[in-house]
């Protein structure tokens, strides 16, 4: 914790004051362009690796860089991730999603390695929003990277059951909205954009 208390006094009298003038205009202002959807992993920094700002980015990190898909019975549950992708599209109008998993990813390893998770009941539960993305990954070539092929295909799923909550399929159909698809490579910092559609990637920058 003294770690954490050092950081916030760094924060406060080393950054903070060059930004000052932004922090007074966000203090009134919320108009983020992109929800940007990661896993909870503390190696992957959405604010680091797209180098965004303060206010910019409307940031939603589960493990395993999950969305369930929209369940109308699911009312009484509470379901964070839920509400925070209706707020971000129907509130504060993003034009961009990003979906984000990442090389190594743990909640990936576990499924790609069939690892008992008898004692991590709510992880068990959780992981099978990626029933589909293991589904994909099965058709994966032998010899391939087991984990980076479920990572890529879970990116996929993920953005798929992204579109069946009605605020994101309503301004998919007004093209007011684009989904996106990322892999972030811890070791290189490279990040590759998926095409949703053949599953193909591509370096997202030089
Ligand atoms: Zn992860």
């Given at each position: 914790m003294q770690d954490l208390a050092e950081g916030v006094a760094h924060f406060q009298q080393g950054v903070f004051p060059a930004k000052a003038a932004r922090f007074r205009h966000l203090a009134t202002t919320h108009q983020p362009s992109t929800l940007f959807i990661s896993c909870s992993d503390a190696r992957v920094i959405p604010e680091l690796i797209t180098q965004s700002e303060p206010g910019e980015l409307f940031v939603i990190r589960t493990a395993g860089n999950l969305v369930p898909a929209h369940?109308?019975?699911?009312?009484?549950v509470a379901d964070g991730v839920t509400a925070s992708i209706e707020y971000a599209v129907a509130v504060l109008g993003v034009s961009d999603i990003v979906v984000c998993g990442h090389s190594a990813c743990g909640a990936m390893t576990a499924l790609a390695d069939d690892q008992d998770l008898a004692a991590l009941p709510a992880v068990a539960r959780w992981l099978r929003h990626a029933d589909v993305s293991r589904a994909r990954a099965a058709r994966a070539e032998p010899g391939e990277d087991k984990v980076g092929v479920l990572v890529r295909s879970n990116v996929i799923a993920q953005l798929a059951n992204l579109a069946t909550h009605p605020c994101v399929a309503r301004a998919l159909a007004a093209q007011t909205l684009t989904l996106r698809g990322w892999v972030y490579d811890i070791p290189t910092g490279a990040v590759d954009q998926l095409d949703p559609v053949t599953g193909s990637s591509a370096a997202l920058a030089a």
């Open positions: 369940d109308p019975s699911a009312d009484a």
